[in-house]
Every structure is written in C-alpha cells, then in structure tokens.
C-alpha cells in the first residue's frame, strides 16, 4: 500500500511528478493522469505566459548522475493552470488530486494568483515555489528569510487552507533552524518540498570544452541521482523540526525504488520525480512502485508509516 495524505488530500500512491517535468501542457498533464502517479502537480506558473530561456536549456549529465536546467520558468500563465484546475475531475476513478505550483515573480504576482485561486474555491492544493534559481538577476526568496517570512505573512492568510511550499536546498543547520521556525509560525503550511535543484552549477563538455546549455553562461540547477545526498538531508532537516503535523515531501535523486524508500526512511510523506522522469518518461512511476513494493516486501513492512522517518542514526 503506497497510499498517503498530504495537506488534506489522498494520494492513492505517495509518487508523482517533480514540478516542472512533464507538467506545462494539459497534454504532459494528461500523460501524469494515465501513469501510476498518485497525483500530479503543474509547472510553476507565472501571473504572464513565458517562452523562457533560450535553448538548449536542459541537459543529462554523462555517467546518468544527473541533470542540469536553466528553463527560465516557460509556462503557460497562472489563468491556463487555473483553467485546467476548474476543469480537473477531482472525483476521478484513480483518486488523483492536484497540486498547482505557484513562482511568482514579485509579492504582488504571488498575491494575486493566491487571490484568484482562493476566489475559485477548487479542492486543488497549492504549492508556492519558493526557489526558482534560473531567473536572470533574480535571487530566490528561499534564502532570503526575512523576505520569505514576510511573504508568508501575506500569502498564508490569503490562501487560508492548508497549502505547500517548494524549498531549495540549505547546506547549513543554522539556515534549516531558521527556515523551520518561520514555517512553525504558519498554522496552514501543511507542507514542505525538499528540495528544489541545486543552483548554478556548471556542466562542461570536456571534448568540446563547451557548456551544455545556453542560458546563463552554462550555469544552471542540478538535480537527480547526483543530489540524492543534499535531498534526504533536506527532507530528514526539516522533518526533525516542523511541527503540528506538518509534512515533508522528498524531490531529488530518485531513479529507483530505492532512493523513494530512502526518501521515505529520511520522513518523506510523498515522493516526487524530475530528472528520472524527464530521462523515461511516465513509465518511471509504474517501475518505481514496483521497486518500492518489492523493498517493502523483502523488509517486511505492509504500509510507509512503519519506516517514515526511522532512519537510524549511529
Ligand atoms: C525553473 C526552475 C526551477 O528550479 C524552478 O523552481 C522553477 C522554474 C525554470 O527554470 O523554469
């Protein structure tokens, strides 16, 4: 059993998308539907459309390690995401619920979509991105806490029900103190996402000596199997120290059942795909699962909350 509830919904299997794979058409967002996903959530949208950066701004790492992205956040507008939410069927056979991820680029943005989406009144759960690192001149509000904390400050009372934020990854137990205790403050944040990529690294083609990718001088977000290390500290970090139920969602590093049961182990209530999804397509999720399952199985557990969060420590 990989059900699980997150933030007032049930995920019939505690696996989905990462935001920004496979989620910026209705057509990606369909393809999430047909798979074993337990739930999808939808690009990181912006109050305008964007084109983003210019390509090739996606790249695989040699060796399947990883991969590395400055998209520049290219995305339909938050009216085409807030559209496919009215339509979405909540009561659909598999029992998939939706989360909608917001990135505004200013307070004012991220206050008017919360706004438009409180005034629908949809049963959709949203999860506002706290950590886009690929906007040109843009330093993301996630480590920036008194910006971050002063964001909430405006935003949790606007969207009122329990909602999700998407974290970059902190590399210091001060910053996770800090971040954790701004989170503790806000009755409706349900949950948090650890983590978002790992910023502005650089990848290089050795025989080409040249960049991967285009925008930002080949500097871009690093994710997958290289990052799983920095995902489960993040995910275990804030586990140890949010409070009153709050929940941790696990994003990074995960090809295989696995990482998900690691993820899993570290306290994530739901696990979520980017790189791995990007690189196999929908098909990933119906593998994990049964990776999971079987892990599951050979160790004996029936369901995830009797290895939530027990990783033992030496
Ligand atoms: C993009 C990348 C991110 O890591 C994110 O959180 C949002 C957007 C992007 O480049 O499109």
């Known amino acids: 059993d990989l059900s699980t509830s997150i933030a007032g919904v049930t995920l019939p299997n505690l696996l989905l998308n990462a935001s920004g794979v496979n989620c910026r058409y209705e057509n990606e967002l369909q393809q999430l539907l047909d798979s074993s996903a337990g739930s999808l959530v939808t690009k990181s949208a912006t109050l305008s459309s964007r084109d983003g950066n210019p390509e090739p701004r996606y790249a695989p790492l040699a ?7 400055s998209m520049g956040l290219p995305n339909q507008g938050y009216e085409y995401y807030l559209e496919y939410a009215k339509k979405f ?34 049963p959709c759960v949203l999860e506002i991105n706290f950590s886009c690192p690929n ?22 009372p606007i969207i009122g029900k329990p909602f999700g934020i998407k974290l970059p990854p902190y590399f210091d137990i001060a910053h996770f103190d800090q971040a954790a205790a701004i989170f503790n403050k806000f009755d409706n944040i349900a949950y948090v996402t650890c983590i978002n990529s790992v910023g502005n690294g650089l990848a290089i083609d050795w025989e080409s000596e040249t960049a991967l ?16 290390q920095t995902s489960l500290a993040n995910v275990n970090a804030f586990y140890r120290r949010l409070n009153n139920g709050k929940q941790v969602i696990g994003c990074g590093g995960v090809t295989s059942g696995k990482e998900a049961f690691l993820h899993i182990l570290a306290g994530a209530s739901a696990v ?14 119906e593998r994990v699962s049964k990776e999971l399952e079987e892990i599951m199985v050979a160790k004996g557990y029936t369901n995830v909350e009797e290895f939530r969060g027990k990783v033992k420590t030496l």
């Open 63 to 69: 060796g399947q390690i990883g991969s590395i992205n």
């Open 135 to 156: 906007l040109p001149g843009k330093p993301q509000l996630g480590y920036d806490m008194e910006a971050m904390e002063a964001a909430l400050q405006v935003l949790a």
């Open 89 to 122: 069927d909540y009561n659909n056979a598999a029992g998939k619920p939706l989360f909608i991820s917001l990135a505004g680029m200013s307070l004012p943005d991220n206050k008017a979509m919360c706004e438009a989406f409180r005034d629908a009144n949809l």
């Open 213 to 228: 990718i285009k925008p930002k001088d080949g500097f871009g977000g690093l994710g997958g199997l290289m990052v799983l």
């Open 272 to 285: 979520q795909i980017g790189t791995q999804l990007q690189e196999e397509g929908t098909g990933v999720f």
